[in-house]
Structures are given as C-alpha cells and as structure tokens.
C-alpha cells in the first residue's frame, strides 16, 4: 500500500465492489484504496493504519452497515486520524427523503462526518469524483500539504513572522510555520544559507524570499500592488466579501473596477473554517475558498486589484470623487463603495496583547490550528465566527474552552453551530467570564478568568488564546462628510437623513451615504446584518444603485471598453443590472 488511505465501508459486497472499482481507477497511483464490509472490519483497518503510522485522507460509509450507524463509525475516525475528511455515503434516490435529511443534519450538527457523498451511478461518476476531490483538497489543507501552500521560517513566533503569517492569512494563501531549530527550519536555511535574513519564505516552486515586504509577498503569490491605470467608473475599497461580490458585478456589467485592500482577499471570512448555511454550498465551504473564487471570477470578468495599500482619504473634484492611497497615489472615479469590513476589538490587557502571536491570535483560527495540536486552546467570543473557530480547534486540540462575556451562547450564534459545539465533547462554554491575565516565558502559558458574577479568578494552563470579540469599524480614514454611527459604522440610506446629513434634495439611495455617489455595503454599514450571505447580497445591490446614482446625475460610466451594440450579450449571463 502506498500513500495516504482512501476508505470505503459498505455491507454490501456488490455496492463496494463499485465504489472500490471507482476509487481505484481514479486515485489509486496516490493513494491507497482500502475497504472494509462491517463496522469490526473497518475499525481494524484504522487501528492498524494509525498503528503503521499512515494517515486516513478520506473515509466513506454507507448510512447502515449490517445494522450499524454509518455516522458511528466515521464518529471514531477522527480519534485516529484527526486530518480525516469523513462522509456518509447516500443514493440518489434518497434526494429530498426527509428521514435521510435528518440523519445527514444530525451528524454534521454533531460533527460526526464532514458532509455527505452521492453514491457512484455510472463509471465514470464525475459528479461522485467532484465530492471525492474536493475532500481531498480539504484534506490536503488541513495537513499543509496542498500545492500552494508556503513556509515561514522564523526565529520566534512573534515579530516580522507573525505578520507574514497574518499577510498570508489575508491573502487566503495556505501556509506553514516553523522556528529555525526545527528540522524543516534548518532544511530551508540550509537553501537560503547560513547568512540569509529572516524569516524566510519558501515556496512551492523552491523559491526563497529574504524578510519580504508585504508588498514583495503580495506580488510573489500573484496579487497585484500598483494600479495599472487611475480613472474607473467604481472603486471598491476593501476585498471581503461585499467587495469582491461588487468586484464581480461591477466588471460583469462593463464597469471600469477597482479593488483596493489592506491586505488581500476574503476579509474576516478567511478566519472561518468552514460555513455550512450559505447558499448553494450543502456540504459548506471555507471562508478562505469563497473567497478565492470570488477573486478568480472577478478576475475574469476584468476587475482590478490593488493589494497592500490602504486608501487614506477621499473628496469630490467636479464630477470625480478623488481617492488617495497611501504612497500618494490619487484614483479618480465616478464611485465608490465603501466595503472595507471589521476587525475585532482589542481585548486591552497588557499582558496579553504583549504576546499577540505568540499563542495569542485575533481570529486566525484556520491558519493557527495545526499548532494547537494536543493542547488547551480558548476562543473569547460568542458569535458565529467564534463557534466556527471553536469547531475547528476542537480538531486539534485537547481542550477548547469558549469564554463569554454574555449570560448564553444562544444570544449570538446561530442554532445549527450552537447543536454542534454542544455534541462536541472537547468544547467547554464558559458563560459571564472574561479574561483578565495571561503569561508565559517564550509563549503563551497560562490566563486568568474571572466570573463576572462572583468576582473569583482562576489560573488556568494554556497553550492557544484565539480572541474574536465585537467589531471595529475600519472607518477611521473617512472625512467629516461622511456621517457615522457613535461606533464608527457608516450611515446610509434613511439613516442618513436622520442624521441630517444628507446635502441634496433627492432622497439618497438606501446604501448611499452622506457624500453623494459613495456607497456601504457589509460589516462597515450601519445596521448591516453580520453575516457572509448579507455582505454578498448588498455588494451586488450597490452595483445596481450606482447605474441608479449614474441615471440620477445624468453620467454615463466609461466602462472597460466602450460598448455600442446594446444587443451584445450579457457577459454575467443575466438581464440588466
């Protein structure tokens, strides 16, 4: 047998002879396909793989295995093999079968498989192989094995590494981290030479970067820095998810578009590992690959994008607002969303926010995990990314405390996540707790929590702090004119009239804000609803409002190209904006 095990569990010989035919002409020249016939059988298989020290890629079961619980048996993976991607196996036939939708539902609310996986039909089922290689991608992530993934090598945890491994993170770039003692350390360095500066970073293709700026790192993954021209007819600032979503609709529909961040793509939508309720995705995806994808299909519709600056002030020149960026560099465009997103507030105790990446984390759940492998890791926060994060540390690390301000969980996360954290017997909730001291010698070894009723402390060992509390607006560069909220969110729409605001006689657009033809949408709005799906929605809404705010002034956009024929066809494949 040779590399990573692909497992398939079934009772009946006749239906694991097909997938194990299929399995076995697709990937058998990587991967060893392994089946077993009875839930004895297949834990055997396991114990002796974990034993031989082989990893499990992917394990598969049927819902019933010779009276069985498909999901028991996929249940006990994990304890083996910890990068396993688990998925019950289900006919098409059982499509829309209420019965088969509960059980599929109860066991991801449980965590006791990953999704589920259309039995094979014909050979070849490419439909089956979709689902087979996507969990092989996941799988690949999760062990830093995918074929993208980077390696930082660093003197400590903390410094000019942290913030390649929060650029990275940014750039929803996978990526690996080890000190310069370790074994992989000395292996680059033995490339880069004994005088090389660090950190370093390596890689796929055996290239060596020295201590890179982040814009160096930005180009060297393929982001672009410099704008290639300085007049557009739309000009997003921010690339999570309303942005990237008004970078695809904007450049579908002919808009001279430019994207500017920060950072890179996927905003906070990086930090979640895995978002089971949006929609079109039933099996759930990974902030970091939505937000990908978005970058590759507005890249495709001929959106642009500029990384690693941050737009430091905007103002009306006649008919162009006038964007600055930080090198001084001035965009002219006609609009302007505003689509910059949140960052989570500081926890504000000293000595914790001394050893912020040092076991210390805001957000960076994803990239962090593997670290965490065997030990306590708490998550303060009781939203939906946190839960998210809760899950996904709780893959690798002994213990994962979640500690709350608040008196519930129930008053900020979703349902379906609050049914899986409570199935999760390594997840503890601490409720009315915060967090008040924390310390260690080189990393992060210990906090102190305190009961917000009682007052008491406790001293607790620790080896990972995942801090994602509230929201910050990254509204601080905007002028005057433009009304904010007392906690810095952008007003819009009737919330801008009641402020007073508003300049003109029109009403403004529901997500215009006080400067005529700048636009919010996502977590930097007023109001907006905290969730991937909503930022989606009112990134493509604001497209719809700027052709709206262009007809109002009577301003034609540019456009990438100047198209005449108002028979030519839709490139985004739909009518009108």
Known sequence: MIGPAILAVDADPDRLGEIE????????????????????????????????????????????????????????????????????????????????????????????????????????????????????????????????????????WTGRAHELREALQSCAVPHDFCLVDSPNGRATLEIAGADAELPLLQFPDGSILQNPTNAELALATGGPVCPEQLEFDVVVVGAGPAGLSAAVYGASEGLGTLVVDRGGIGGQATSSSLIRNYLGFPRGLSGRRLAQNAYHQAWVFGADFTFMHTVTGIRREGRFLVLTLDDGTELRTVGVLLAMGATYQRLGVPSIEAMVGAGVFYGSSTSEAVSMAGAHAFIVGGANSAGQAALHLARYARQVTMVIRADSIEKGMSHYLIRQIDATPNIDVRTGTTVVDGGGADRLEWLTLRDGITGEQERHPAQGLFLMIGARPLTDWLPDSIALDPQGFVLSGDDVVGSGAWPLERPPLTLETSMPGVFAAGDVRHGGVRRVASAVGEGSIAIQQLHQYFALEGRSPVGRQKVDDRDAPDPAGESGP
Not at 60 to 67: E, F, Q, R, T
Not at 128 to 139: G, K, Y
């Open 21 to 156: 035919r299929e399995l076995t002409e697709r990937y058998a020249r990587s991967y060893s396909v392994a089946v077993a016939g009875s839930a004895d059988d297949a834990h055997r298989l396991l114990e002796q793989l974990a034993a031989d020290g082989r990893d499990v890629a992917i394990a598969l079961c049927a819902l019933d295995v010779g009276g069985v619980d498909g999901a028991d048996i996929l249940d006990g993976v994990r304890s083996r093999h910890r990068h396993a991607r688990r998925g019950l196996l289900v006919r098409w036939e059982s499509l829309g079968q209420r019965d088969v939708g509960e059980i599929i539902f109860q066991a991801m609310a449980a965590d006791r498989i990953d999704q589920f996986v259309f039995r094979p039909m014909v050979s070849p089922d490419e439909q089956f192989h979709s689902a087979v290689s996507s969990m092989l991608l996941d799988w690949a992530d999760a062990q830093r094995t995918a074929p993208n993934t980077v390696r930082i090598v660093g003197e400590s």
